[in-house]
């Protein structure tokens, strides 16, 4: 299976090594890497052609499928997978990657992708599948951002490849998140106004604002992407929901948040949902229901977010009992939460007593 890596970038000069370094290092030639410059004015290009990789240039339009479209077509072979500079390639299994793409050749293909985000000086990984990999000629990019890979006719079909990512590009400054932030928000408001009914945008456009940390603008781009028609089937729904109650959580609105139980029946398997209703639970001082929640995720397989199904659940179990008076079980479960730095803290301020 021969296929060619795609990049579009700009001022990428701190990143841009690992991920050209990670190709080199699973194999994939440079001929076959395609990377498409779009006004750099770093040492961005000279760390490509430190690689023997030459970029193409192309003029910004503010619209990332017109360049990911161009990158594609200047493609080597028709197979495509589309990699960002600040992402880099931590496994791949090629025989088996092979393999399914010949037995699924018109499929769009997902890959796992792990980002890297940084909270109040504690990091963490959410892990979520993206599709990038296709045959450029059964389907290419839409919409200007948050593009999405699309087929020229029908239903997509998709197939899971044995291909993982680590995504570096929420590890910025305030400043440089937020400018990223607005320039998406500014080019989804666009998108909208041509398709006002697509909740997928106001899904985007509230996650733009939550990248921000800025939960209260967030809320009504969730809210009514929730009041729109929508297929509970499609990952992002639930993270639409997630990201509602993380915004309710966040503003203080722990009251509606207790709404949220409504769509348990759904997403009750999805141990994100799960544990941001035992914190719905435990901001109302509904105590059982969010050791339930808590005990759940624990017994769950961890999903896109590394933790809720281990040390922040253990973490959140001690704090219950912290303030049901219960010191022994509280010290037991921030115990059993490992090196997180919270559960240590409240391990030190316990035992010091």
């Not at 290092?25 to 779009?38: E, G, K, Q, R």
């Not at 750099?40 to 192309?58: L, N, Q, R």
């Not at 087929?151 to 929420?170: A, D, K, N, V």
Request: charged share 20%; net charge negative.
């Amino acid at each position: 299976m021969d296929f060619s890596v795609c990049m579009i970038m700009k001022n990428e000069e701190n990143v841009l090594g690992k991920c050209l370094s990670s190709l080199k290092d699973f194999n994939i030639p440079t001929s076959n890497i395609i990377i498409v410059d779009t006004g750099s004015t770093d040492s961005s290009v000279e760390v490509a052609k430190s690689f023997g990789i030459t970029p193409y240039d192309h003029k910004w339009n503010n619209d990332f499928s017109e360049a990911r479209n161009h990158a594609a077509s200047l493609a080597p072979t028709d197979y495509v997978l589309t990699l960002d500079a600040d992402e880099y390639i931590t496994a791949f299994n090629k025989d088996s990657f092979d393999e399914m793409v010949n037995a699924s050749p018109s499929s769009i293909g997902q890959i796992i992708c792990h980002n890297i985000i940084m909270a109040d000086g504690i990091e963490s990984i959410q892990s979520s599948p993206l599709e990038r990999f296709y045959n450029r000629t059964s389907a290419h990019y839409e919409h200007s951002v948050h593009e999405q890979i699309t087929p020229f006719s029908g239903r997509p079909s998709y197939i899971r490849l044995p291909l993982e990512i680590t995504h570096t590009g929420y590890c910025l400054s305030p400043e440089k998140l937020e400018a990223k932030s607005r320039r998406n928000i500014e080019l989804l408001k666009k998108e909208l106004s041509i398709n006002p009914k697509d909740p997928y945008i106001f899904f985007q456009l509230g996650q733009s604002y939550l990248l921000m940390r800025d939960e209260r603008s967030a809320l009504p781009w969730f809210e009514q992407g929730l009041n729109l028609e929508l297929d509970p089937s499609i990952e992002y729904v639930n993270m639409m929901v997630t990201g509602y109650g993380q915004c309710l959580i966040a503003c203080g609105e722990n009251a509606k948040a207790l709404e949220l139980s409504k769509y348990m029946d759904i997403f009750g398997t999805v141990p994100e949902y799960v544990f941001m209703m035992g914190t719905i639970y435990m901001n109302n001082q509904l105590y059982g229901d969010a050791c339930s929640c808590f005990v759940k995720c624990l017994s769950m397989k961890e999903n896109r977010t590394k933790g809720i199904t281990s040390f922040f659940a253990f973490h959140n179990l001690g704090a219950i009992s912290e303030l049901l008076g219960d010191k022994a079980i509280a010290i037991d479960f921030y115990k059993r939460a490992g090196d997180y730095p919270r559960s240590q803290a409240r391990l030190k301020a316990l035992t010091e007593e």
